[in-house]
């Protein structure tokens, strides 16, 4: 009676400890999203303005305090772009994020975020052009320089087709 | 005997359990900073990460449907193509080019069987490890959003969108660099079919001509996996595509600096086709897209 116990106890364990283990495989081959995914949803332009819409070249990533990362992307000739970034306050502390925009194919520098101390930036594109944005998270600071951070940025851009303005 | 035997046996159940239940791992956590372990081994040198971005199908079409471009009907890829489709390469770029057709029905109204599109998707989806990004809740979502074009955009930027999300997270952006370059080379083959007559000064041509630069920024994200092969044989099909972009003529133009109190930006040559220019890239643009599309012999 006892042995039989024992016996079905131990198929019992045998088999939950079996389907745990496979419920943690299966779930292990599907790969999660990633931890910023919409993060860059959470920017928004300061100035307001008609018929920006969410352009798809926006994007989030992952960064460490004062790591520096490019993105290139295609501005269209005919096209008005406005460009914001938002970060986590964690990898941010009390600095600020900076980014240089220049023509992915000359590097010629078309625009600096510290020569205007800017957060976002806007501009009229009247030829399609393939532009890099270097961005620059600011340094950890001093109390946290022995711990190692990261949070979400993100990268909101919109566009219109340009506006015919005046007479 | 038997009960010494027996209590073995439990007792070996026990540890077994044990050891399974402990190794289900953590996770669950919002865990930024638990990764430091592993990252902070990295160089002093700081590695600067390059993203490529491409605009997703939909942006283009809802650019040449404002400027007064319409749909054709029968341009789509046949959804009973799907069967010919055995490796991941294949699968990956028609996952690219399926979203894109999806993206040519919702901005250009097309009676399409729609279901079956997304059953293409969920399909290759499943194939390429990636189910999640379609799942039985967004067949659902499809079937009462069919006759509603903006849902359908909606869901199929989501579909890529997480798409994206789970295959950078994973380190298959290889994968997400094909479904990428299946998706930009059937818009610009459905392009060509939908302005099938060249037109000096035309916005719509100019705009097409312009997919010289996503084209540029695809074979950058392309060239950040040379040792997966399926990626070469893929930049190697589309390379006659990136050829002709490549030919067309670029002219200097004279510089703005600033409009309307804003910074005006752009390339200082603009990209010029003619009609001779236009076919090559038509043709081309076809040749190279069924070469995706219909089985070839390899």
């Keep these: 009676m006892i042995s039989t116990r024992y016996i079905v106890a131990s198929v019992l364990l045998s088999f939950m400890a079996l389907t745990a283990n496979a419920q943690v495989k299966l779930s292990e081959t599907e790969p999660a999203p990633s931890m910023c995914q919409d993060y860059h949803k959470n920017a928004k332009f300061a100035k307001k303005d008609i018929n920006y819409k969410y352009n798809s070249q926006s994007r989030d990533a992952l960064f460490r305090p004062a790591q520096k990362s490019k993105l290139t992307f295609t501005a269209h000739k005919g096209y008005d772009y406005r460009m914001t970034f938002t970060a986590e306050d964690k990898i941010l502390q009390g600095g600020a994020l900076s980014f240089r925009i220049y023509d992915s194919r000359t590097k010629k520098e078309l625009f600096n975020s510290e020569d205007e101390n800017a957060t976002e930036f806007e501009f009229i594109c009247d030829s399609s052009i393939n532009l890099t944005v270097e961005v620059q998270l600011p340094e950890a600071s001093a109390e946290n320089s022995k711990k190692v951070l990261y949070g979400c940025v993100g990268f909101l851009l919109e566009s219109r087709a340009s506006l015919d303005t005046g007479f | ?298």
């Design chain 2, 1 to 298: 005997m038997k009960k010494t035997g027996s209590y073995s046996l439990f007792l070996f159940s026990v540890l077994l359990a044990a050891i399974s239940f402990t190794s289900c791992g953590g996770g669950g956590e919002d865990d930024h900073n638990n990764m430091s372990d592993t990252l902070a081994a990295d160089t002093g040198e700081q590695i600067i990460e390059e993203y490529y971005q491409i605009p997703l199908p939909g942006d283009f079409f809802a650019s040449l449907r404002a400027l007064g471009v319409n749909g054709k009907s029968d341009l789509l890829n046949p959804a009973e193509n799907i069967s010919n489709y055995t490796t991941s390469a294949e699968k990956a770029v028609n996952f690219g080019v399926y979203c894109s057709d999806l993206f040519y029905c919702s901005n250009f109204n097309q009676k399409a069987d729609i279901l079956k599109y997304f059953e293409n998707l969920k399909r290759l989806a499943d194939d390429l490890g990636i189910s999640s990004v379609v799942t039985d809740q967004t067949m659902k979502e499809i079937e009462n959003n069919l006759g509603n074009t903006d849902s359908l955009n909606r869901i199929t930027s989501t579909v890529f969108y997480d798409a994206t999300s789970s295959l950078e997270s994973s380190g298959q952006g290889s994968t997400l660099a094909l479904i990428i370059a299946g998706g930009l080379t059937e818009s610009i083959y459905l392009s060509t079919r939908m302005v099938n007559s060249y037109k000096d000064g035309s916005a719509a041509i100019q705009l097409i001509a312009d997919q010289k630069f996503p084209m540029d920024n695809l074979y950058s994200y392309l060239n950040k996996y040379p040792e997966d092969g399926r990626v070469a044989q893929i930049a190697d099909r589309i390379a006659p595509l990136h050829e002709v972009f490549n030919s067309l003529t670029e002219t200097p133009k004279d510089t703005v600096n600033n409009r309307d109190g804003r910074k005006v930006i752009g390339s200082e040559t603009l990209i010029m086709m003619n009609a001779d220019d236009y076919k090559k890239l038509t043709v081309t643009a076809a040749d190279v897209r069924n070469s995706l599309t219909q089985k070839t012999a390899n």
